[in-house]
């Protein structure tokens, strides 16, 4: 049995938000760097989880997200839960994107979110690849993941609950993958899925939200976060404001990014200079 110290370092502010069936607001990180990644974590107390990017962000997968996702615990307990988006483009069925889910879960993230998943094959080899046996095929052996879930936990805590703790989440943002979504819901160990509404408007024919999706693509989203609620799991959606963040929560949606860090600061330099130079800033349009 774990340690009083280890089921405290344990503290998982996105697990506990989705067991509690209340919204979790998070960022996505884009720019490298441990003091980037730390700095964005600690923010605000509103945020329960952060994304690492290292799909389309500058962190690369080893050591980068290695060093934020320990530069993030070393926040204490209340450090908001840390994701790692994969590089891979389309997990496939055969388990080659394995390789990258076991590097950010011996990093020590409290999940992986994995882009492109089209089908339930590819489902089913993401959660197996992020489970230990029995449940899955993950090796054991890293001697830094159990650090960064805090002081306390030893190797032999996070195996026994690893298992129950690390979110396994997968990107619906293709045509194919809206067309088999029931049978990716279907995969059992999949926690929840994520819509990224960029590339699923694409896919569909669509442009780009600027910064609301259009609106057929919009009957899609809300056909997704209706049948992941139906299957028990969990839906999530990537916003660029706190407005639009506040409405999807009212919609229903468990886990929603708000803002990004290269567009907060972005954001933030342009108004203050515009409020500097006695001009409006404008109306935000397209945006990550």
């Known amino acids: 049995m774990a340690s009083p110290a280890a089921l405290h370092a344990y503290a998982h502010p996105l697990l506990a938000a989705f067991r509690a069936s209340t919204p979790a607001f998070g960022a996505w990180l884009t720019l490298p760097g441990f003091l980037a990644a730390r700095t964005a974590a600690a923010a605000s107390p509103h945020l329960s989880w952060v994304v690492i990017d290292c799909e389309h962000g500058a962190t690369p997968l080893q050591p980068g997200a290695a060093e934020s996702v320990h530069a993030i615990a070393g926040l204490g307990p209340a450090a908001p839960s840390t994701i790692v988006r994969i590089p891979a483009t389309g997990a496939c069925a055969d388990g080659s994107s394995g390789w990258q889910i076991k590097y950010v879960l011996d990093a020590g993230a409290r999940g992986v979110l994995v882009p492109m998943v089209s089908t339930r094959a590819q489902a089913a080899s993401v959660v197996a690849a992020a489970r230990f046996p029995p449940a899955g095929i993950r090796g054991f052996g890293s001697p830094f993941t159990q650090q960064a879930w805090g002081p306390g936990v ?135």
């Open 154 to 288: 030893s190797a032999a805590d996070y195996l026994a609950r690893a298992n129950d703790a690390v979110l396994v989440l997968v990107q619906i943002e293709t045509r194919a993958g809206v067309e088999n979504l029931e049978d990716i819901l279907a995969v059992d160990g999949l926690d929840g899925v994520f819509i990224g509404p960029y590339d699923l408007s694409l896919s569909l024919g669509f442009p780009a939200p600027a910064p609301d999706p259009h609106p057929e693509v919009e009957v899609v989203i809300k056909r997704i976060l209706a049948a992941a609620h139906a299957k028990g799991k969990k839906c999530a959606i990537f916003c660029t404001s706190g407005t639009q963040a506040a409405q999807r929560a009212k919609e229903g949606f468990d886990m929603i990014n708000v803002t990004s860090d290269s567009g907060a600061m972005a954001e933030s330099i342009a108004r203050n200079l515009a409020d500097a130079a006695g001009v409006g800033s404008g109306a935000k349009g397209f945006s990550y």
